[in-house]
């Protein structure tokens, strides 16, 4: 089988070359309460519930050669992810192509990592923080040159990875898999103890014992 060296056409073939962008965005852009901005001056305001109880919807897209992939598949499961959270976008989906659009052309980056959420938000003075009215969601989001799990070197022969022993992902009666959100201190947890443990990465199960997904990648079996 012959594995795809992505890592070195990303970085040497010029069709991936990053365009360019101001220097303020070397790190990469942001979208926060309205406004674009460099993404190391990016911020969630503390009492938001999203910095207090993870309590937020988000999604993940990448981009290659300046191209999103399936953008609008991606949108349409985000839309999905705050239902299920009774969350609500406040840009609408044309919206919210045209914001991650920009943040891609602002940062120069043709192959780019693509990150955006809904968070529950602040709560309303006065309000019960037990109806979901109470809060003002809000939409943020950023783009940055796109990261790597494994380098070329580690994809051709295969991560050395740990199955967890100490961590389980979060049961599917806690909180709905299907909808991506930021419950991640089990992945995180898991991934400590892999590394400690002298591997590579981690993969977790589900309470069955069954595997799930690894932090930041998915499980497939042929």
Aim: charged fraction near 25%; aromatic fraction near 12%; hydrophobic fraction near 40%.
């Amino acid at each position: 089988m012959t594995i795809i060296q992505a890592e070195h056409i990303m970085l040497n073939n010029a069709a991936h070359t990053r365009k360019s962008f101001a220097p303020e965005y070397e790190l990469g852009s942001a979208f926060m309460l309205g406004n674009y901005c460099p993404i190391d001056q990016a911020g969630v305001p503390m009492v938001d519930m999203g910095f207090m109880h993870a309590d937020a919807a988000y999604d993940v897209v990448s981009v290659s050669k300046g191209q999103f992939f399936r953008l609008d598949d991606h949108i349409e499961r985000f839309e999905q992810s705050c239902k299920k959270f009774r969350l609500t976008n406040p840009y609408s989906e044309e919206q919210t192509a045209e914001i991650l659009t920009n943040l891609v052309k602002l940062a120069g980056t043709q192959e780019a990592y693509v990150w955006w959420c809904v968070t529950r938000g602040m709560m309303k003075p006065g309000a019960n923080r037990g109806d979901v009215d109470a809060f003002e969601n809000m939409f943020y989001a950023f783009v940055i040159p796109y990261m790597y799990i494994a380098d070329d070197e580690q994809r051709n022969r295969g991560l050395d990875i740990a199955i967890s022993k100490n961590y389980i992902r979060i049961p599917s009666n806690s909180v709905d898999p299907t909808a991506k959100n930021l419950h991640w201190m089990d992945m995180k947890l898991a991934l400590f103890e892999a590394v400690d443990a002298g591997k590579e990465w981690s993969v977790l199960t589900d309470e069955q014992g069954f595997l799930t997904e690894a932090p930041g990648a998915n499980i497939f079996c042929d």
